[in-house]
């Protein structure tokens, strides 16, 4: 009877590690798309703040972006060309969860940096990036 409980322990710990490695996969899986979207309105509230905001804050802020799309790209390609066995996926999760708090940071400097009450538009602008990508990430990062 011990043996039997034993048993289906196993099986239930064995299928968890894979239903949450599969989860971290999907993560990934998600990530690219995130990735080039953020580029893509990181671009958009640049172009729109442009005539509001220093220029070289702008650049530098959208040199950040980039250098964060990328290393979370990288991380993403590594993940897949290393193809981690179910035991193994927690680190990538944490270096997801990492990449997530990377991209948040840069996006929270974008407040702090553009968002002016004096000018109506930055605070649109922001307010509407920022309440998009929360809702995307919901649906990207859900899973896991």
């Known amino acids: 009877m011990q043996a039997t409980t034993e048993a289906v ?11 949450r490695a599969e989860l971290v996969r999907y993560l990934h899986r998600q990530a690219p798309g995130s990735m080039i979207a953020n580029l893509i309105v990181s671009g958009i509230l640049v172009y729109v703040l442009w005539n509001t905001a220093p220029h070289r804050l702008l650049v530098g ?10 290393i979370r790209l990288a991380q993403v390609a590594v993940f897949f060309r ?3 066995p179910a035991e193994r996926i927690e680190r990538w999760a944490i270096a997801s969860a990492a990449g997530s708090v990377f991209i948040g940071a840069v996006w929270a400097v974008a407040s702090i940096l553009f968002l002016d009450p004096a000018q109506p538009i930055s605070i649109i602008t922001i307010t509407v990036i920022l ?12 899973s896991y």
């Open 131 to 142: 309440m998009g990508i929360c809702a995307g990430s919901v649906v990207n990062l859900a």
């Open 61 to 70: 802020w959208l040199l950040a972006v980039a250098i964060v799309i990328a």
């Open 82 to 84: 290393t193809d981690p």
């Open 9 to 19: 322990a196993a099986r239930a710990n064995a299928f968890s590690v894979d239903v």
